[in-house]
Nanobody, 124 residues
Framework: QVQLVESGGGLVQTGDSLSLSCVAS????????MGWFRQAPGNEREFVGA????????YYSDSVKGRFTISRDNAKNTVYLQMTSLKSEDTAVYYC?????????????????WGQGTQVTVSS
C-alpha cells in the first residue's frame, strides 16, 4: 500500500507557471506507475498525464501536452507536475494516483491509490 500527499497548489494568473509535488510513503515508490488527474466542479475526473516506473516515458492528455511536464525522483519518492502557460480552464483540484499494473492507465478507476488533491485556481 502507498499513501500519497500532494502539495503546491494555489492561485495564479493566466499564463503563469506552477509546480505540484506528490510525495509517496509506504511500499517502494519505484514499483508504481504514477498519474496526475484533475477535477473541476461539476466535471468528471480527467486524466492529465502519467509517468512510467523509471521516469523515462510520459503520457499527456491533448489538453495539456506541450504545457505540462511530469517527472519523478524515485530516490525522493516524489512525482512532479510542472505546469506552464496556465489557462483558466486548468482550474481544478489536482490529484496524483498510483498503480502497480503492467501498463500505464489513463482512466481513474484503473488507479488503486489516490492523494487528497490540491486546488489550482487560474485567474484571468
Amino acid at each position: 500500500q502507498v499513501q500519497l500527499v500532494e502539495s503546491g497548489g494555489g492561485l495564479v494568473q493566466t499564463g503563469d507557471s506552477l509546480s505540484l509535488s506528490c510525495v509517496a510513503s509506504g511500499r517502494a515508490f519505484s514499483t508504481y506507475i504514477m498519474g496526475w488527474f484533475r477535477q473541476a466542479p461539476g466535471n468528471e475526473r480527467e486524466f492529465v498525464g502519467a509517468i512510467n516506473r523509471s521516469g523515462r516515458i510520459t503520457y499527456y492528455s491533448d489538453s495539456v501536452k506541450g504545457r505540462f511536464t511530469i517527472s519523478r525522483d524515485n530516490a525522493k519518492n516524489t512525482v512532479y507536475l510542472q505546469m506552464t502557460s496556465l489557462k483558466s480552464e486548468d482550474t481544478a483540484v489536482y490529484y496524483c494516483a498510483a498503480d502497480a499494473g503492467l501498463t500505464v492507465p489513463t482512466r481513474p478507476n484503473e488507479y488503486h491509490y489516490w492523494g487528497q488533491g490540491t486546488q489550482v485556481t487560474v485567474s484571468s
